[in-house]
């Protein structure tokens, strides 16, 4: 009987002992995620290239309309040689 309380007392150790090492692998994971939140996730990828003010500045080209060229390009090519 009094391998009995003995026992127990070695299972509850074993236990607390588990649950600690369970603990100290979630606070390194927790951390872990932490430190690497920003790299993963950028939340801002245009930060190098706005102004002071906030704003970002674009360059537009000038637009050429091509239907013409197809359209002759059609008419060419619907032409007998």
């Known amino acids: 009987m009094s391998d009995k309380p003995n026992s127990l007392l070695k299972f509850w150790n074993e236990l607390k002992r588990l649950k600690m090492s369970d603990a100290i692998i979630v606070v390194l994971f927790v951390a872990v995620c932490v430190l690497l939140y920003p790299k993963i996730f950028n939340p801002d990828k245009f930060e190098d290239i706005r102004d002071e003010d906030g704003?970002?500045?674009?360059?537009?080209?000038?637009?050429?309309?091509?239907?013409?060229?197809?359209?002759?390009?059609?008419?060419?090519?619907?032409?007998?040689?």
């Open 55 to 81: 704003r970002i500045t674009i360059a537009v080209m000038p637009f050429e309309h091509f239907q013409e060229i197809q359209e002759g390009e059609k008419a060419l090519a619907s032409q007998p040689n």
